[in-house]
């Protein structure tokens, strides 16, 4: 007989980008928020209708008796949240927040039982999120609560990882790296062609095949261009037309340098 | 009644990874390719028999009176190929070349009819190319040939640009940022990663959901991220990881730099 699924009484604490996907995937997935919370009462009530849930806006209307309180709330947000929180709530309960930018230990001094449950993707609420190919990483500081995370993600993703506050930190900067920085650089090149009055739309299919090739291929065995090859005209000719935009000279001059240096 | 379509007889100078797929969806559509020259006889052999076109591996093997000559050469080769070929070829012969990074121009001194043919995308020959959603760029020094590229390049793809020499390089600028450095981006994500153990699968979703947010919103609008936030502590424990990773700490502050300055 197949075993019956695991069914906290969760509280569901920020409706934003993340709240709203991870409150919605959960309760598709059949699990129960009992209440969503959100300063924003608007906020609070478009998931809480959703999800068949209850909205409040107010901190000491959270019920103490809940499981799981999710944290779903800004980096800047989490302690002030987590210190108003713990005197009113059971201390069985297992309190963890959803951030790739902090520690969970920053609950500790709050819960004995405290963790992080991370979806590792950027979100919106105004584009659908397909969880199932959404890499969740949990943690707990106690190996039941870490079972329970991990039975609950595995609902939810068909990847999994058990990260602690460390390697989180260190995925947390390689993220910044592969989507801000590459998202800048993206920029950079709309603005150059901008300039020229040349529709970006033209690098696009570039850019999907450039991420295409690193699904199968590490980037390393990918590199291309200019830099690797010591094309040193080009890269003057590059440089010459780039003195229009001095900042993307610059940027254009040390990236060049990292790769020639990385694949000496 | 439909307009027959242009049927130009072709020479495909080139059997690498752009002549290749240039080749064969020219094949594809109902195009002859009289011969196709590689000074590796294999790759010319392999190409031939795939598109029932005939291989040489000689220039002076070249026929004199097909309508167009392809060059898909490396950069280096385009100048050294245009004058072996031009003694041979006849003066109404129009002479394109495929490249990126080089202009039109360098064919003048050789032929009277001369331009360029270039799909903006990066090939290898062990991946299949959809070219009905691959940007072609096409630009020839005389109208009438202009309107021919144009009539071929519009049955391989739904986008077909003219664009000059000027523009070309300016587009080639562009690439660079958004292939060659975002993949070397991509490396540095996935180095870091490495040296923890920690799989580079867990970015993978998140790289895939950057680019496709760029598919329909400005790069700049998508920006995230400490540096935009001014998210300074964040910064910081990043700075100080990277101590482990001098040079990447160094792209990690201009970047950083660069996002602060353009969203300022």
């Known amino acids: 007989m197949p075993k019956r699924p695991y069914r906290p009484k969760i509280v569901l604490i920020g409706a934003g980008n993340v709240g709203f996907h991870l409150g919605s995937v959960l309760a598709e997935k059949g699990h129960h928020i009992v209440q969503v919370f959100s300063r924003t009462k608007k906020k609070a009530n478009r998931l809480a209708k959703m999800i068949s849930s209850k909205a409040v806006n107010k901190l000491d209307q959270i019920i103490p008796y809940a499981d799981w309180y999710i944290l779903a709330v800004s980096d800047q947000a989490i302690v002030d949240v987590a210190s108003k929180l713990h005197p009113k709530i059971q201390k069985q309960a297992l309190v963890v927040h959803t951030s790739g930018a902090t520690p969970g230990k920053v609950l500790q001094p709050y819960f004995p039982h405290y963790g992080n449950f991370y979806p590792l993707q950027t979100f919106s609420i105004a584009k659908p999120a397909d969880f199932h190919s959404i890499p969740i990483c949990i943690y707990a500081n106690r190996q039941p609560s870490r079972n329970k ?115 000496r």
């Open 149 to 263: 995370l991990t039975q609950v993600a595995k609902e939810l993703s068909s990847k999994v990882y058990t990260i602690d506050d460390q390697q989180r930190a260190i995925l947390h900067v390689a993220a910044v790296f592969v989507n801000n920085f590459t998202n800048h650089i993206f920029h950079v090149g709309e603005s150059i062609l901008e300039k020229e009055n040349i529709p970006f739309d033209l690098l696009k299919p570039l850019i999907q095949e450039t991420v295409a090739k690193i699904q199968e291929h590490s980037a390393q065995s990918m590199q291309t261009g200019p830099a690797i090859r010591g094309d040193e005209n080009t890269i003057q000719q590059h440089l010459e037309y780039l003195n229009k935009h001095p900042a993307f000279k610059t940027l254009y001059m040390l990236l060049t340098q990292s790769i020639q240096k990385t694949n």
